[in-house]
């Protein structure tokens, strides 16, 4: 079946901006994850939505990061007035069972933002 | 939080040569995955394994959770293993079910 799909690929702005990076999970799966990942590092956890609610935002860096998940579904990351620091592959994750037995994550091919 | 190390951090292998990549981590895990991620940037989700052993074609992988540790093998590499290795862990206790990554090790597999 199909995988965790993120569009736009890649995204280009200017400092200041504001962005929307939009993920689709694999059908079926109740949690959804974001995570941002640096060159030359590892992912970091962002924010985890069981359902339409936000479980734990905990790795949100500040009050410009925003997400949401109305219908329990696609879920969309903003980020407001955005500095060159943000620049990031930004992934997305989703997994089966909310929680305990066999979280298995599954990650998409991830929105790679550049600000200029 | 869990700490997540891994070692080698960079490995050069001859195609056809194996290797083992091994994972620390600092306190008792719910979940751990191994992932490659391609040269596009894709992860690839190779192993689910918070405990025991588990083989998939050249590649095989143990977890000895009680001695916090895990090791991936790749036999008879190809090029096509290049990439880099993560692997990632959900706490037992207190930590959401977030996923903590490595920094990863680098493989480059050579004809």
């Known amino acids: 079946g199909a995988g965790v799909s993120q569009t736009p690929s890649n995204k280009v702005t200017e400092k200041g901006k504001y962005v929307e990076l939009r993920c689709d999970p694999i059908?079926?799966?109740?949690?959804l994850y974001w995570y941002r990942q640096s060159l030359g590092q590892g992912p970091e956890f962002l924010i985890y939505?069981?359902?339409?609610?936000?479980?734990?935002d905990s790795g949100l860096p500040n009050d410009r990061f925003f997400a949401v998940r109305p219908e329990g579904s696609v879920s969309t990351l903003k980020i407001q007035r955005t500095e060159r620091g943000d620049s990031a592959v930004y992934l997305c994750?989703?997994?089966?069972?909310?929680?305990?037995?066999?979280?298995?994550?599954?990650f998409g091919p991830g929105t790679r933002l550049t600000v200029t | 939080g869990i700490q997540v190390e891994q070692s080698p951090p960079d490995l050069i292998l001859q195609e056809g040569a194996n290797s083992t990549l091994r994972c620390n981590f600092s306190?008792?895990?719910?979940?751990l995955q191994w992932f490659h991620q391609n040269p596009w940037g894709q992860l690839i989700n190779l192993f689910y394994?918070?405990?025991g052993t588990k083989q998939n074609g050249r590649l095989s992988a143990t977890t000895v959770a009680t001695e916090r540790y895990s090791l991936l093998y790749i036999s008879s590499s190809q090029t096509t293993d290049s990439g880099v290795y993560f692997c990632?862990?959900?706490?037992?206790?207190?930590?959401?079910?977030?996923?903590?990554f490595g920094t990863g090790t680098q493989l480059k597999v050579e004809l």
């Open positions: 059908s079926g799966h109740t949690a």
């Open positions: 990632a862990v959900e706490p037992l206790r207190g930590g959401g079910n977030k996923l903590t």
């Open positions: 306190d008792s895990v719910n979940n």
């Open positions: 394994i918070p405990s």
């Open positions: 994750a989703s997994s089966l069972y909310p929680t305990g037995s066999r979280d298995e994550q599954y």
């Open positions: 939505f069981q359902g339409t609610g936000a479980a734990d």
